[in-house]
T-cell receptor
Framework: DADVTQTPRNRITKTGKRIMLECSQTKGHDRMYWYRQDPGLGLRLIYYSFDVKDINKGEISDGYSVSRQAQAKFSLSLESAIPNQTALYFC???????????????FGPGTRLTVL | DQQVKQNSPSLSVQEGRISILNCDYT??????FLWYKKYPAEGPTFLISISSIKDKNEDGRFTVFLNKSAKHLSLHIVPSQPGDSAVYFCAASAPNFGNEKLTFGTGTRLTIIP
């Protein structure tokens, strides 16, 4: 079973609709992240959460909101989707206590979102 | 302002030869660098990393070199294999009291030609 799962994997929606993307992890990590990938722009951070009660904006948070329902769950919402939010969205996790590779993040398989 | 840059969007290399992927950065506070590999329809996976106190880190066929004075790092893959065909992202982080985040480059698509 995958350690970081994202649902849905693909979604087509219309402008103005509310959309929620969900992320779950079984790695026991405390930190979770949402990124979007656009061609030619790489991965850009939308929101991140270092624990259940900690939510922070990333570099491109406008038009998005998040909820950390539990340590294992982090959801991303688009309150009113617009076409330029069409992108590939990735959830990631990391462990602040691992002592391993510093800030190594583990990614889910991605959600391809199309806003018409 | 792109703090981490990968100026080559794509690279093609013959199987068995060396692949060299490059990454430049502008933020002198970055002290840790990572390379991720991404296959289609999958999330990025961690490949190799290097701390700014080192200039080289090696893991099997993969070696990362860091030139701090030039703010440049490179990933060498020797020998290149068809399974290495993927998009490679460079990422960097700066010290932030345990709250480090990653800044990613735009990626380089590597194609290994059999």
């Amino acid at each position: 079973d995958a350690d970081v799962t994202q649902t849905p994997r693909n979604r087509i929606t219309k402008t103005g609709k509310r959309i929620m993307l969900e992320c779950s992890q079984t790695k026991g990590h405390d930190r979770m992240y949402w990124y979007r990938q656009d061609p030619g722009l790489g991965l850009r951070l939308i929101y991140y959460s270092f624990d259940v009660k900690d939510i922070n904006k990333g570099e491109i948070s406008d038009g998005y909101s998040v909820s950390r329902q539990a340590q294992a769950k982090f959801s991303l919402s688009l309150e009113s989707a617009i076409p330029n939010q069409t992108a590939l969205y990735f959830c990631a996790t990391s462990d602040s206590f691992s002592g391993g590779s510093k800030n190594e993040q583990f990614f889910g398989p991605g959600t391809r979102l199309t806003v018409l | 302002d792109q703090q981490v840059k990968q100026n080559s969007p794509s690279l093609s290399v013959q199987e068995g030869r060396i692949s060299i992927l490059n990454c430049d950065y502008t933020n002198s506070m970055f002290d840790y660098f990572l390379w991720y590999k991404k296959y289609p329809a999958e999330g990025p996976t961690f490949l190799i990393s290097i701390s700014s106190i080192k200039d080289k880190n090696e893991d099997g066929r993969f070696t990362v070199f860091l030139n701090k004075s030039a703010k440049h790092l490179s990933l060498h893959i020797v020998p290149s294999q068809p399974g290495d065909s993927a998009v490679y992202f460079c990422a960097a982080s700066a010290p932030n009291f345990g709250n480090e985040k990653l800044t990613f480059g735009t990626g380089t698509r590597l194609t290994i030609i059999p």
